[in-house]
């Protein structure tokens, strides 16, 4: 089993920054792909990023390509995600989710072994 809390969200004017984390527990970090989704109001959880166990291969939807990046420290547990020049329209409640399998992420039925409860993202105009 493992637990996911993110932290990190908030207000902030659109053009800005913000950098979520996302920390684990309750299992052995390392075999796991760790990635972020979100889900604005009125819409379905769409996927955002991913990075794989050892950090080195990353996938970004669209929308945040060159904007986000996604990293993880192995020795804390924890996931990142830098969110650069953010726009109105990347308000949401962001996720973090685990699974030993990559391309769960990006399979598209959201089907993930592990979630968190969410942190949100608010960007004004």
């Known amino acids: 089993q493992v637990q996911l809390v993110e932290s990190g969200g908030g207000l902030v004017q659109a053009g800005g920054s913000l950098r979520l984390s996302c920390a684990a527990s309750g299992h052995t970090f390392n075999p796991y792909a760790m990635g972020w989704f979100r889900q604005a109001p009125g819409k379905e959880r769409e996927f955002v990023a991913v990075?794989?166990?050892?950090?080195?291969?990353?996938d970004y939807t669209d929308a945040v390509k060159g904007r986000f990046a996604i990293s993880r420290d192995n020795a804390k547990n924890t996931v990142y995600l830098q969110m650069n020049s953010l726009k109105p329209e990347d308000t949401a409640l962001y996720y973090c989710?685990?699974?030993?399998?990559?391309?769960?992420?990006?399979?598209?039925?959201?089907?993930?072994?592990?979630w968190g409860k969410g942190t949100l993202v608010t960007v004004s105009p």
């Open positions: 989710a685990a699974d030993v399998v990559y391309r769960a992420f990006t399979g598209g039925d959201n089907a993930l072994s592990y």
């Open positions: 990075v794989n166990w050892s950090g080195e291969v990353t």
